[in-house]
């Protein structure tokens, strides 16, 4: 099994819809979680962290982490075709060394207008 | 503050050449990494440092080394570069502060041909 999973997409949504992207890790131990957003041909960048159990939300954004479960997802409200990126999501997973994070393949969103 | 910086931008080498990737942060991080990532697929830890004269490999190591003489800098040596050496390669520091948030450098894309 691999460390962390994501749904591979392509996932499609017209503008003003909620995205659901969703991602599973293999440690229940875990305790540090984070999506990325990366533009075609650019860095990824941080756009949500994620260390307790339930939702956190910021702005559209709105990121909720179930340990039990080993689940992880970003949900993106009122979608806009700005948000058209892939979306990778990261974990700290327990026993590895400090700082160390675990990435999933990434989800390609795209939102048509 | 610049940030996570990452020179150069563009590079193609022939094969058996080398060449030294550069990167460095002005945030006083004490952590960071390397990683490659080809096509459709996620990032993959080459390797990491968790301070000034401590380096570690990650998942895929061989053909690449590191060294890390200050806190700032952390420069990615290729030896004898090789067409599965092509990639786009990013840069990332994060604090020791224990949240593990990576931010990332702009990048650099080497062809090896």
């Known amino acids: 099994q691999k460390e962390v999973e994501q749904n591979s997409g392509p996932l499609s949504v017209p503008e003003g819809a909620i995205a659901s992207l969703n991602c599973t890790y293999s440690?229940?131990?875990?305790?540090?979680f984070f999506w990325y957003r990366q533009y075609s041909g650019k860095s990824p960048e941080l756009i949500m962290s994620?260390?307790?159990?339930g939702d956190k939300e910021d702005g559209r954004f709105t990121a909720q982490l179930n340990k039990a479960s080993q689940y992880v997802s970003l949900l993106i409200r009122d979608s806009q075709p700005s948000d058209s990126a892939t979306y990778l999501c990261?974990?700290?997973?327990?026993?590895?060394?400090?700082?160390?994070?675990?990435f999933g393949r990434g989800t390609q969103l795209t939102v048509w207008p | 503050n610049a940030g996570v910086t990452q020179t150069p931008k563009f590079r193609i080498l022939k094969i058996g050449q080398s060449m030294t990737l550069q990167c460095a942060q002005d945030?006083?991080?004490?952590?960071m990494y390397w990683y490659r990532q080809d096509p459709g697929m996620g990032l993959k830890l080459i390797y990491y440092?968790?301070?000034?004269?401590?380096?570690d490999k990650g998942e895929v190591p061989n053909g690449y080394n590191v060294s890390r003489s200050t806190t700032e800098d952390f420069p990615l040596r290729l030896e004898l570069a090789a067409p599965s050496q092509t990639s786009v390669y990013f840069c990332?520091?994060?604090?020791?502060?224990?949240?593990?948030?990576?931010?990332f450098g702009p990048g650099t894309r080497l062809t090896v041909t």
């Open positions: 990332a520091s994060s604090d020791r502060g224990g949240t593990y948030e990576q931010y």
């Open positions: 440690d229940r131990g875990s305790q540090s």
């Open positions: 994620i260390y307790s159990n």
């Open positions: 990261a974990v700290n997973l327990r026993g590895s060394t400090l700082g160390r994070l675990y």
């Open positions: 945030m006083n991080h004490n952590y």
């Open positions: 440092s968790v301070g000034a004269g401590i380096t």
